[in-house]
């Protein structure tokens, strides 16, 4: 068997799981958390959380919180079919997390309290790139 040289990267995305059975979170460059249904049920489906960010570990952690009235806790908004989205762009600018694209976490991870863990570490970019524009013909433009 040929030995790969330190060129090659590793695809660490996975295949693709059927929607209803992965887990599904994302981070878009403004700052939008995605969670499908799947993962804001294993949080235990709150109404709102809590963000921390871990500089050493490199990770974003929700934690749920019964009360959607403090100052403090982001709401969820409907993302359709069951998911959940929030819109974190002021914490995402408070601690200079950008990404380009959209990055899906290749393993969300919740603990015993519902806290969940996303590592900007493990993602893979799932943005398509940008619309082409058509170009109109000579005889169109007039």
């Not at 992965?22 to 981070?27: F, K, L, N, P």
């Not at 995605?34 to 709150?46: D, I």
């Amino acid at each position: 068997m040929q030995q790969l040289d330190r060129q090659c990267e590793k695809y660490l995305g996975g295949p693709t799981v059927a929607y209803a059975e992965r887990t599904h979170a994302t981070i878009s460059h403004d700052g939008k958390i995605f969670l499908n249904q799947k993962v804001h049920a294993m949080m235990g489906r709150p109404a709102a959380v809590y963000l921390y960010y871990n500089r050493q570990t490199d990770t974003i952690i929700l934690e749920p919180t019964p009360s959607v009235t403090s100052n403090t806790s982001f709401t969820f908004r409907d993302g359709g079919h069951g998911a959940r989205v929030i819109y974190a762009n002021p914490f995402c600018k408070h601690f200079g997390i950008t990404t380009t694209g959209t990055q899906r976490f290749i393993a969300p991870e919740t603990d015993a309290i519902g806290r969940l863990y996303l590592k900007l570490s493990e993602t893979v970019t799932v943005t398509r790139g940008p619309r082409l524009r058509k170009r109109k013909s000579m005889s169109e433009s007039g």
